[in-house]
């Protein structure tokens, strides 16, 4: 007899960006391993991108998806997609931070509630499982538990309290956010961190949990995602160092750009050698400056693409560069997007903090440069050891173990024990 989870997940195909990922490729794999999954998400009217191929892997695999309105202001008020400048954006997220506590999802949470509570009665489910961001997902699963006594697994996708991107304008808030958190974990059964550091982050800040009732599922890549067939577009004899994902508040293209024009004052013999490629949207200000200015014909944009053909441009490349820079905390963060580019098995030019969660896997995965977020010279130097290293094919070589053990379908058979055994500690 199959197992029967809900999920609670308001970040969901045919939403894109990484954010999805991860719950798009649980939901994917459970069903190998005997599980049922029946997602309880939104109908999105608008976000910032939407990518029809994974909803599209999901309804082939017939995964059960149950939407409901959202009431949320991104939803009816704004619409993000149009909200291009940063500017706003983080207007836009200071005001809701202030108004809308734990987030501007909270409206979602009525409706979610509703549609839940008439899954629950009808139909046995064994575990509910709720991924965030957005907080609310968790505030809803909690409310759940104590009224179905199901257990609950909370799957932090970041850190909540005291984050990178937290903003509380008064004491009060800070209070608030932290109380709303501390109850969320006491409704929970078992509670699931992507990284060493943000499970650390949540036993300080909790004292009352305790180290075992935390597992570490990190975020992973997609095998059958990467047996692709392509032409390749890439220049002959020509370095590629490829950026993945979106730029926004503290990740910034800005130092990188730098380094570049540094670059190549310093080394003209190179402008010509190198190709950098952006796949995702990109800032509109600093794309206009490439535009106007030296550095033009060494970038190529593609705007946002679905996730099928961003792969492919990901193992069009030679080097992959990743940004993770954060105002506070920015130990705690390694972006899913640092594991579909391990998945690549291609080399990663990391700015990232380095003592953080990232430069640990980095460190790990071997075929990894690592430097600063802001240090411009350190990034000139790294791109000028990649290169030389490139023209002499002595790029160095990932380690396989470590890719092996990040595909999403081994984290799945993971997550799958921790179902079972909540399920038996409850029994």
């Known amino acids: 007899m199959k197992r029967k989870a809900l999920i609670i997940a308001y970040y969901f195909p045919p939403m894109g960006y990484s954010g999805v990922q991860r719950i798009a490729k649980f939901v994917k794999y459970m069903v190998d391993f005997g599980w049922e999954p029946v997602v309880l998400t939104i109908q999105p009217k608008s976000y910032y991108a939407f990518d029809f191929t994974l909803l599209k892997e999901l309804e082939e695999r017939n995964i059960r998806i149950v939407r409901t309105g959202s009431n949320d202001?991104?939803?009816?008020?704004?619409n993000q997609k149009k909200i291009r400048s940063e500017f706003l954006r983080k207007i836009f997220n200071r005001i809701s931070q202030t108004f809308?506590?734990?987030?501007?999802?909270?409206?979602?949470?009525k409706s979610a509630l509703k549609e839940a509570r008439k899954l629950l009665k009808e139909e046995k489910f064994d575990i509910i499982f709720a991924t965030a961001p957005p907080y609310t997902d968790f505030r809803i699963g909690a409310k759940l538990k104590q009224e179905f006594d199901i257990p609950l697994i909370l799957d932090y996708r970041d850190a909540w309290f005291d984050d990178g991107l937290?903003?509380?304008?008064t004491p009060v808030h800070r209070w608030i956010v932290k109380k709303m958190e501390r109850k969320v974990l006491h409704s929970s059964n078992k509670i699931i961190a992507y990284t060493r550091q943000i499970k650390e982050h949540i036993l300080k800040h909790y004292p009352f949990i305790s180290p075992?009732?935390?597992?570490?599922?990190?975020?992973?890549?997609?095998?059958?995602?990467?047996?692709?067939?392509?032409?390749?577009?890439?220049?002959?004899?020509?370095?590629?160092?490829?950026?993945?994902g979106a730029f926004y508040e503290e990740r910034t293209p800005k130092f990188f750009l730098k380094a570049v024009e540094k670059l190549f004052y310093e080394r003209?013999?190179?402008?010509?050698?190198?190709?950098?490629?952006f796949v995702g949207n990109f800032p509109k200000y600093y794309y206009h400056k490439i535009q106007k200015g030296k550095l033009k014909s060494s970038f190529v944009f593609t705007g946002y693409v679905d996730h099928k053909t961003n792969i492919k441009h990901l193992l069009d490349s030679d080097v992959l560069w990743l940004m993770i820079r954060h105002s506070k905390n920015p130990h705690l963060y390694?972006?899913?997007?640092?594991?579909?580019?391990?998945?690549?098995?291609?080399?990663?030019?990391?700015?990232?903090?380095?003592?953080?969660?990232?430069?640990?896997?980095?460190?790990?995965?071997?075929?990894?440069?690592?430097v600063e977020p802001d240090d411009v010279e350190g990034i000139k130097n790294a791109l000028i050891e990649i290169f030389e290293l490139f023209k002499s094919d002595q790029i160095p070589q990932a380690n396989p173990e470590l890719i092996n053990s990040l595909e999403r379908k081994r984290l799945t058979q993971e997550l799958i024990k921790i179902f079972q055994f909540t399920m038996r500690d409850e029994a």
């Not at 202001?73 to 704004?78: E, L």
């Not at 809308?100 to 949470?109: H, T």
């Not at 220049?235 to 590629?240: A, G, Q, V």
């Open 212 to 244: 075992d009732e935390i597992a570490i599922i990190p975020h992973g890549y997609d095998e059958e995602d990467f047996n692709i067939e392509f032409q390749s577009t890439k220049p002959i004899n020509k370095l590629r160092i490829t950026y993945s």
């Open 166 to 169: 937290s903003f509380y304008p």
């Open 100 to 109: 809308f506590l734990p987030d501007n999802k909270i409206f979602w949470m």
């Open 268 to 277: 003209p013999d190179i402008e010509n050698q190198v190709e950098f490629m």
């Open 73 to 78: 202001p991104t939803q009816k008020i704004f």
């Open 334 to 370: 390694a972006t899913g997007k640092l594991f579909e580019y391990i998945g690549t098995g291609k080399p990663i030019l990391a700015l990232v903090p380095k003592n953080g969660a990232a430069a640990q896997i980095l460190k790990d995965y071997k075929a990894s440069f690592l």
